[in-house]
């Protein structure tokens, strides 16, 4: 098992869902700027895994993608602009508090 830095978390469903709504959540674009995400659908769940949810969201006019209880999130507070996006590992998403 891969033990996840202490800023780098994963959400539940209704937090994750909250966050959507308040606008606090942020994905880092490929040219290095924080766009917000935003619900693009409805929510997936399923009956055999309870915790297991699939959110489709939007950020920007092209991207998109979706929010799962895999996507890992972060707080810091530094902006992060990796060098390269084909070797950071992830998060992608991060949130904002306000």
């Not at 810091?76 to 508090?97: A, C, G, N």
Request: aromatic share 14%; with cysteine; proline share 8%.
């Amino acid at each position: 098992m891969t033990h996840l830095p202490h800023n780098v978390f994963h959400l539940t469903r209704e937090k994750c869902l909250h966050l959507l709504e308040t606008g606090q959540i942020r994905w880092l674009s490929p040219n290095g700027n924080y766009w917000q995400v935003r619900q693009n659908g409805a929510v997936k769940r399923w009956a055999r895994t309870p915790g297991a949810y699939k959110i489709p969201v939007k950020m920007g006019i092209r991207y998109y993608g979706a929010l799962t209880e895999y996507t890992l999130f972060d707080k810091e507070i530094e902006p992060y602009v990796p060098e390269s996006f084909d070797t950071t590992p992830l998060p992608r998403f991060r949130i904002f508090e306000e």
